[in-house]
């Protein structure tokens, strides 16, 4: 095997087929199960871009109310996920706690499970664990941001769809329409992405035959990072650096000298802009209005403008969605669990599709440590034999 043969990062690699998403970087596109993500997110609600990436097919008006009346039955934070959360410490970070959280719910479900043979679940059953996840993530978000500002838990209201009863039980008042309709938006951009890092690391661990759980947990995991889904709360944190718009000049000639990656920009997939973009900046322009906030645009653009203009690398998701839920209100180190809440559909929707088809996902490494050697003359720790 040479050099060339290893594909550094699995870059440009195909691992296997998905009917759930197509990202066509020649065309800017995104589709979920054939539909344009901008269509989705401009005319339906989450619940049935959810209930879409689950089954396939956009809900009838009955699948949904039973989506929706599922949903509504699972809002509720058990109390003893509530006092695993507590047991987080409050400096942590809020992915800490969302692991911890789903970890615990997972294993309480699979209590009882005899063997390591049972765990992957037909796919009913994981279905049902799909909506049971997707429907208590607000309540694990929201109680995270509210416990580390000191507030008191607020509880789920069933009149109100899951974008506004997200905002509610956060910020414990009504969210105006335009901000629960950017919200809904941000939440169907952001839940599937094909084979992102997190979505492949379930895929990874469900292969494996475990539990849909623990290929959920791992996939936390990988989405804390700051080069996929920690990327928006790095956004808020440049954004904070920087200031206003009339530093953008001389902070960004000091961070290219140094060399520094500018959160929210460049993508392994589009090299040309993200097909997302345009939809969240929309959001966001209709946020800055609300809340009349220009001095956010202005920072916007022109860090935009700057940093294309000398690199040539366009905006992703996170550089639109970072200010937005900066703007509604939410702390910066809850942006990237409010994009597990989001991409908990998409990640379920493949562990279903990897269990529906599964190959074990074993790659190959080439070495390059020492030849072969003995332990000749070695001497061993005494104490150790
Ligand atoms: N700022 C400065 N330089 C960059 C950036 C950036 N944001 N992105 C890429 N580059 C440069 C990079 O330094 C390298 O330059 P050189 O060839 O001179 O060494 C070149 O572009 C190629 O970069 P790469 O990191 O090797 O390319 P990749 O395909 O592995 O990178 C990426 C993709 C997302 C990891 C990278 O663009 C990045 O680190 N961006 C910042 C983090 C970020 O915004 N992540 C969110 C990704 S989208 C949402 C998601 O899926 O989670």
Redesign the pocket.
């Known amino acids: 095997m040479t050099d060339t043969d290893i594909k550094k990062?699995l870059?440009g690699v195909v691992a296997d087929t998905t009917a759930i998403s197509k990202v066509n970087p020649e065309t800017n596109s995104l589709l979920y199960r054939g539909y344009p993500v901008q269509e989705l997110a401009s005319t339906q609600s989450f619940e049935a871009v959810a209930y879409l990436l689950w089954n396939g097919d956009l809900p009838d008006e009955t699948q949904l109310a039973q989506l929706r009346a599922t949903e509504r039955a699972y809002r509720h934070l058990p109390a003893e996920v509530r006092a695993a959360i507590d047991l987080v410490p409050l400096d942590a970070h809020p992915m800490d706690e969302v692991r911890t959280a789903l970890s615990l719910i997972g294993a309480k479900d699979l209590a009882g499970t005899g063997s390591v043979l049972d765990v992957s679940g037909s796919t009913e059953e994981n279905l049902a664990r799909s909506v049971r996840l997707f429907a208590v993530l607000p309540a694990i978000v929201a109680y995270g941001q509210r416990r580390r500002r000191g507030q008191q838990p607020v509880e789920p209201r069933d009149d109100l769809d899951y974008a506004a009863n997200f905002l509610w039980m956060t910020f414990g008042e009504e969210s105006d329409a335009v901000v629960v309709d950017a919200f809904n938006r941000s939440m169907i951009l952001y839940a599937e992405?094909s084979f992102?890092?997190s979505t492949f690391t379930a895929r990874v661990i469900a292969s494996t035959l475990s539990d849909l759980y623990s290929a959920v947990v791992g996939a936390v995991g990988a989405?804390k990072g700051?080069?996929?889904?920690g990327?928006n709360e790095?956004?808020l944190h440049i954004f904070d650096e920087i200031g206003s718009a009339e530093n953008v000049g001389p902070w960004l000639d000091e961070a290219?000298a140094q060399?520094?990656?500018?959160?929210?920009?460049?993508?392994?997939v589009y090299k040309r802009g993200?097909s997302r973009v345009p939809t969240m900046k929309a959001a966001l322009d209709t946020l800055v209005e609300h809340y009349d906030r220009p001095d956010v645009a202005a920072l916007y653009d022109t860090l935009e403008s700057e940093?294309v203009g000398r690199?040539g690398?366009y905006p992703?998701?996170?550089?639109p969605s970072g200010p937005a839920y900066n703007l509604i209100g939410f702390d910066t180190l809850t942006f990237t669990p409010l994009?597990v809440a989001a991409r908990v559909t998409g990640w379920t929707a493949h562990i279903m599709e990897q269990l529906g088809s599964n190959a074990l996902i074993r790659p190959l490494s080439a070495y390059n440590g020492p030849d072969e050697r003995h332990i000749d003359g070695y001497v061993p720790d005494a104490a150790a034999l």
Not at 316 to 319: F, I, S, T
Request: aromatic content about 12%; overall charge positive; cysteine-free.
């Open positions: 990062g870059a992405h992102n890092a989405l700051p080069l996929h889904g990327a790095a956004v290219l060399k520094r990656k500018i959160m929210g920009f460049g993508h392994r993200d940093f690199k690398i992703n998701l996170d550089y994009f």
